[in-house]
């Protein structure tokens, strides 16, 4: 159980289009997702958290115009990169929690991300 | 703010042996969890250990297991009888609510 899906796994978009990435909490509701962005031979770093029906809380330093978070359900959170740059290429990963107490989070598979 | 630092960013070990992944945290509070994810070749990240740190125990899940000083803020994790599928990233990871916060992670290798 506890899987998280992630679409598109890979994708390649020209500089200054928006793309947009999808997460999906398959065999529970996920009250809490959360966005993370890991560059190559790094480490995750969070990028932004998101409750279900409201907005997302987003990290220092992180540009809320750029990376647009919706998260309309319980099973479904999305990722808006806006008006990409090559230096936005990266790994996108996101993860869930369930209803336990012991914040597991349980990840996707990751989204690769190039600008070109 | 919390802290996570993995001192080895590579190690190795000979196929069927033992070693040992180094991690300590830095926090103010008394209940958290720490946690070990293994991230292979195709970037999945995969629980591999969790540990409550109000019980003293141990945690130990099949070959893996931790030695958890919560006094020292120590959180190692324990590979035994190494074998070829270990090969990874491993990361350690501390969460006091729901976020986590990772290490910079340690590249295992396995020697055949």
């Known amino acids: 159980g506890a899987v998280v899906s992630q679409h598109p796994s890979w994708v390649i978009c020209k500089s200054g289009t928006s793309v947009k990435i999808e997460c999906r909490s398959l065999?529970?509701?996920?009250?809490?997702m959360f966005w993370y962005r890991q560059f190559p031979k790094q480490s995750l770093m969070l990028m932004a958290t998101?409750?279900?029906?409201?907005?997302?809380?987003?990290e220092q330093g992180v540009e809320k115009d750029k990376f647009l978070i919706n998260h309309a359900s319980l099973t479904l959170s999305t990722l808006t990169v806006t008006s990409a740059h090559p230096e936005d290429s990266s790994f996108y990963i996101c993860?869930?929690?369930?209803?336990?107490?012991?914040?597991?989070?349980?990840f996707g598979p990751g989204t690769r991300l190039t600008v070109t | 703010a919390q802290t996570v630092t993995q001192s080895q960013p590579e190690m190795s070990v000979q196929e069927a042996e033992t070693v040992t992944l180094s991690c300590t945290y830095d926090t103010s509070e008394s209940d958290y969890y720490l946690f070990w994810y293994k991230q292979p070749p195709s970037r999945q990240m995969i629980l591999v250990i969790r540990q409550e740190a109000y019980k003293q125990q141990n945690a130990t899940e099949n070959r893996f297991s931790v030695n958890f000083q919560k006094a020292a803020k120590s959180f190692s994790l324990k590979i035994s009888d190494s074998q070829l599928g270990d090969a990874a990233m491993y990361f350690c990871?501390?969460?006091?609510?729901?976020?986590?916060?990772f290490g910079t992670g340690t590249r295992l290798t396995i020697i055949p």
């Open positions: 990871a501390y969460s006091g609510d729901e976020k986590l916060t």
């Open positions: 993860s869930a929690n369930g209803l336990a107490v012991d914040y597991e989070q349980y």
């Open positions: 065999d529970f509701q996920a009250t809490t």
């Open positions: 998101s409750n279900e029906g409201s907005k997302a809380t987003y």
